[in-house]
């Protein structure tokens, strides 16, 4: 049987060990630096996003955490890590090419617009080509007149009527090639810039009208 005393001083000494044992020290808190009580925690019976979003605070926190101990461990070995996947990254630089062809930029490979495209740089070159006829009056006549449209008006006519038969073994268009199939269009007509602009190429106004006075050209 205990006396007294010795109940008081078992009391005391159960005191001292309660006293004495240094309060638990929660892991996240010395991670994060934040306290689990600092934070709104859902309770078990509480809303089920509200719980999930929680978990997954605490999960992030603990990625970025663990991170930071590998860094702070391998300094070194990150840097380098970090040096080599972005120099691996940049290893497709090695096949650039700089692309400025609008047709190869904006037009789908392997459309019918790519394919008559590819012929006709291949046929007619990349480039529009033009032909530039000069007229001279002769004997100091005037251009603007009847007698030089009704010249300029034959001449317009000659270049329409040029005509190239091809076969299909000499192209991939077979047929008669005139002028209105291999002109330049602007929009849906042939790109022609000559003084007949002036009439409109109507040989009615050449041939009744006088130039100057029928279009008031000074």
């Not at 002769?138 to 190239?164: C, M, P, T, W």
Request: glycine residues 6%.
């Amino acid at each position: 049987m205990n006396s007294p005393n010795s109940r008081t001083t078992h009391d005391s000494m159960a005191s001292l060990q309660v006293g004495g044992v240094s309060p638990r020290i929660d892991r996240k808190e010395t991670i994060t630096g934040l306290r689990t009580s600092d934070r709104p925690i859902a309770s078990p019976s509480g809303n089920v996003v509200s719980r999930s979003f929680t978990k997954a605070l605490d999960n992030v926190e603990l990625g970025f955490a663990r991170f930071g101990r590998l860094v702070a461990h391998w300094p070194w070995a990150t840097i380098f890590l970090s040096l080599f996947l972005c120099f691996a990254c940049m290893i497709g630089l090695l096949q650039y090419q700089e692309e400025t062809r609008p047709e190869e930029l904006w037009v789908p490979r392997g459309t019918i617009a790519q394919r008559d495209n590819e012929y006709v740089e291949s046929t007619w070159g990349p480039e529009p080509r033009f032909n530039v006829f000069y007229a001279v009056p002769a004997g100091g006549e005037d251009l603007i007149s009847r007698a030089s449209f009704q010249k300029l008006y034959d001449l317009h006519q000659k270049v329409l009527a040029i005509n190239v038969t091809a076969q299909a073994a000499q192209d991939r268009f077979p047929g008669n090639w005139d002028y209105e199939r291999a002109c330049l269009r602007a929009g849906c007509c042939c790109y022609t810039v000559t003084p007949l602009d002036l009439v409109d190429y109507n040989k009615t106004i050449i041939d009744v009208s006088d130039i100057r006075d029928e279009r008031k050209i000074v």
